[in-house]
């Protein structure tokens, strides 16, 4: 057994949730947030039998896609020491980042 940690964008999360579920696969969403743009992301966290393992993966990948996305970002205003104006610049968000870990035992109560 694997379990599958997914940190993904809130964005791509509810859609994700509902591929995995209407598959078969059970999972667990947690609330997080992101350190770069500090941004909500979705952490998602499923057990999966081996034989199950690509097919989850398979999901991920298709809803998870990369996309550009402006965003502000501070620059420091001419002439003025600590004042910051945002200008906006092009940032990558969404995909995923996967964990994957060896299940020794599984325990359902």
Same mark, same amino acid.
């Given at each position: 057994?694997? %379990?599958?940690?997914?940190?993904? +964008?809130?964005?791509?999360?509810s859609?994700? *949730?509902?591929n %995995?579920?209407?598959? &078969?696969?059970?999972?667990?969403?947690?609330?997080t =947030?992101? &350190?770069? %743009?500090?941004? &909500?992301? =979705? =952490?998602? %966290?499923?057990?999966?039998?081996?034989?199950?393992?690509? &097919?989850?993966?398979?999901?991920?990948?298709?809803?998870?896609?990369?996309?550009? +996305?402006?965003?502000?970002? #501070?620059? #420091?205003?001419? $002439?003025?020491?600590?004042?910051? *104006?945002?200008?906006?610049?092009?940032v990558?968000? $969404?995909?995923? =980042?996967?964990? *994957?870990?060896?299940?020794? +035992?599984f325990?359902?109560?």
């Open positions: 057994m694997k %379990l599958i940690i997914a940190i993904v +964008q809130d964005e791509d999360a859609r994700l *949730v509902s %995995l579920m209407n598959e &078969g696969y059970s999972v667990t969403k947690l609330a =947030t992101g &350190g770069f %743009l500090r941004a &909500g992301n =979705t =952490t998602l %966290l499923l057990g999966v039998d081996e034989d199950r393992f690509d &097919g989850a993966m398979k999901i991920i990948e298709k809803v998870c896609r990369s996309r550009k +996305q402006i965003a502000p970002s #501070p620059s #420091p205003m001419a $002439g003025s020491t600590g004042a910051y *104006v945002p200008y906006p610049i092009e990558m968000v $969404g995909g995923a =980042t996967v964990f *994957v870990l060896n299940v020794e +035992q325990i359902k109560l």
